[in-house]
């Protein structure tokens, strides 16, 4: 390939210092992103025995080749190895393939640096955990522990490690892959620019979810700066956060307003994956937390959206009851949630535009510990560890596979994972984003699956009123009813019609979560994709046999209709059209007739609906 002009392309110029497996990882995402939401054109040739073909991309004037194959829904996989062998350098690639798809010169900058940070931080990240032994084998692991420990990054999406933002020291200090635990930091702001939503009374509140040693810390803390707790409630802030907000328009706006920073050291806290939540280091039955932090990553600034903070513990509240009220959530589809049961983010009423900007950077949402959804023997294991493959090469799910079987133990873990959400939608009416993040399979301590704990629940819960079951409640908003109520259909949580929350369940859970866990057996163990899809669909077909009566909400939702749409992540950092939201058709993989594989049908085209969270990440 022809050597691309750098300055007019405006990136930086080629790596000598970076990981190469990095590089390569970020060039195959890249161009299966672009195949799969039909951003590149592109013909494939035979299928040879081992499954692969050769597949010709156009670029331009240019034809790129490689080995690849079409999966499930139209996914697309591109052979590792002969990615690295056709692209040695990965350099000339990306920024051919960056230029052919961006719009605009600023777009391809933008997208080019997110790209390059990936690359970057991944060879930062990389060279600062070398040497180190101390985090031991991941299969030893669960729970928040393990969420911390899964550093591979988003299975598709190519800027899976941008974190645009933290410098070099921030990057090794916040990061869950060398983070050796955070303290928050806390402000102390007058309640005029607060919206709390505790369940007891704050001071109980903040012992419970921070523990009684720093609750003493912040009463202390507040008593040495002369504040009188009648008049400020507490606001955690994440560390960065708040370094960064300590500048500019910011800072005068809350020196204005008087907010204070206490001095309180609190306990130590370990970033999850997502970044943004936070895990109880020295006291783990205490409540995790999200907080905003105003990072870019895949694609996506890390903030709260405002609304959802002060209607977390409404949503979750609401969630819970029509778990309650349905016995066969405990029965026959096990599903256990981890609340989120209190927030509070700053509130600015009638001030300036720049106070008003805040809403979102500074918040906090308090989940339930997992160590409450547990039984004795049990673990939680997040979804995306399913697929991971360990330091010896094997999947992490080996030891259980040779303990029970790989049959049995996917049947197991396929019904256990797909029926308690399949069940909500179907029979309740709401969906939910059961992604690899926010979904955690339970097992035994011998790794038999037994139940499914779902969770992150403020902005990726979805219903249609219309589709909610007969006489089920909606959500009680309380004073601030009227914002939903008002708002139009597809805004917030309400939806227009029972497709969106199809779309929703259908992308999250098996386009780009169950469609990981089908490659990796389909590498590992040779269980052949289409058998994969059939197993899954025997799931969904054994749950319409057993509820014949809800054939018709079924027939509702178009679960089975030969083409779905699909969210095109890439595609909304690309595209002239900055209003959004991107959706292409993919073929149904869960459709009767439809094989494992398909080619992308149609270029990416504009729904009326949208999902709240629109990347797949906590």
Same mark, same amino acid.
């Given at each position: 390939m022809a050597q691309p002009d750098r300055q007019s392309t405006g990136v930086p110029g080629p790596w000598t210092y970076r990981s190469e497996d990095a590089q390569h990882r970020v060039l195959r995402q890249l161009l299966e992103a672009c195949l799969f939401e039909g951003l590149l054109p592109f013909r494939t040739g035979p299928v040879g025995p081992a499954g692969w073909q050769r597949l010709q991309v156009s670029l331009g004037s240019q034809t790129l080749e490689c080995q690849g194959r079409i999966r499930g829904f139209g996914r697309v996989r591109l052979q590792p190895e002969s990615? &690295?062998?056709?692209?040695?350098d990965a350099y000339p690639a990306l920024v051919a393939i960056v230029r052919a798809i961006t719009a605009r010169a600023s777009q391809a900058d933008e997208l080019f640096q997110q790209l390059d940070a990936t690359i970057r931080h991944t060879w930062q990240l990389e060279q600062a955990q070398r040497g180190n032994t101390g985090s031991g084998d991941r299969r030893t692991l669960s729970g928040d522990a393990l969420d911390a420990a899964l550093s591979e990054g988003h299975p598709y999406h190519p800027c899976f490690k941008s974190r645009l933002g933290f410098n070099d020291p921030d990057l090794i200090r916040y990061s869950p892959e060398t983070c050796r635990g955070i303290r928050l930091s806390w402000l102390a702001v007058p309640r005029r620019f607060l919206a709390q939503s505790y369940a007891s009374g704050e001071g109980a509140f903040? %012992?419970?979810?921070?523990?009684? %040693?720093? *609750?003493?810390?912040? *009463? &202390?803390?507040?008593?040495?700066?002369?504040?009188?707790? &009648?008049?400020?409630?507490?606001?955690?802030?994440?560390? $960065?956060? $708040?370094?960064?907000?300590q500048q500019g328009s910011a800072a005068r706006v809350l020196s204005a307003a008087g907010v204070r920073e206490l001095d309180c050291p609190g306990g130590h806290y370990l970033p999850g994956q997502s970044l943004r939540s936070l895990f109880p280091l020295d006291y783990p039955d205490l409540a995790s937390i999200k907080l905003p932090l105003g990072i870019v990553n895949t694609s996506s600034r890390r903030h709260l959206e405002p609304h959802s903070v002060a209607s977390a513990p409404v949503i979750s509240a609401w969630l819970g009851r029509i778990l309650d009220a349905d016995s066969r959530f405990r029965d026959r589809y096990p599903l256990r949630i981890l609340a989120e049961y209190a927030s509070v983010g700053w509130q600015p009423g009638a001030e300036t535009s720049a106070a008003a900007a805040l809403s979102g950077e500074l918040a906090a949402i308090w989940r339930r510990p997992l160590s409450g959804c547990l039984a004795s023997g049990e673990r939680a294991i997040p979804m995306n560890a399913l697929y991971a493959i360990e330091a010896d090469g094997q999947p992490f799910i080996q030891p259980w596979v040779e303990r029970h079987g790989l049959e049995p133990w996917l049947s197991a873990a396929l019904a256990t994972i797909i029926r308690p959400v399949w069940h909500l939608l179907v029979a309740q009416g709401v969906g939910l984003e059961a992604h690899g993040q926010n979904s955690l399979l339970v097992v035994r301590d011998d790794g038999w699956p037994v139940a499914l704990t779902l969770r992150d629940f403020h902005d990726s819960v979805e219903y249609v009123d219309s589709f909610l079951q007969t006489g089920a409640p909606r959500p009680d908003f309380g004073h601030r009813q009227a914002l939903y109520d008002q708002a139009p259909d597809n805004r917030y949580y309400r939806m227009d019609q029972p497709d969106a929350l199809r779309e929703l369940v259908m992308d999250t859970l098996f386009v780009f979560n169950l469609s990981e866990l089908a490659l990796m057996l389909e590498d590992h163990y040779g269980l052949p994709e289409s058998d994969f899809w059939q197993r899954v669909r025997r799931v969904l077909l054994d749950y319409e046999r057993q509820h014949p009566e809800l054939a018709p909400r079924i027939r509702a939702l178009g679960v089975y209709q030969p083409h779905v749409a699909t969210e095109s992540l890439l595609t909304a950092l690309t595209s002239a059209d900055s209003?959004?939201?991107? *959706?292409?058709?993919?073929?149904?993989?869960?459709?009767?007739?439809?094989?494992?594989?398909?080619?992308?049908?149609? *270029?990416?085209?504009?729904?009326?609906?949208?999902?709240?969270?629109?990347?797949?990440? %906590?």
């Open positions: 990615m &690295a062998t056709q692209f040695p903040l %012992e419970q979810a921070v523990g009684q %040693e720093t *609750r003493y810390l912040l *009463r &202390a803390a507040c008593h040495r700066a002369g504040i009188n707790p &009648a008049n400020h409630g507490l606001l955690p802030v994440h560390p $960065w956060q $708040w370094q960064n907000l209003s959004g939201p991107w *959706r292409h058709t993919v073929p149904n993989t869960l459709a009767p007739l439809c094989a494992a594989g398909g080619a992308v049908s149609g *270029r990416p085209t504009l729904l009326s609906h949208r999902h709240p969270q629109g990347e797949y990440g %906590e």
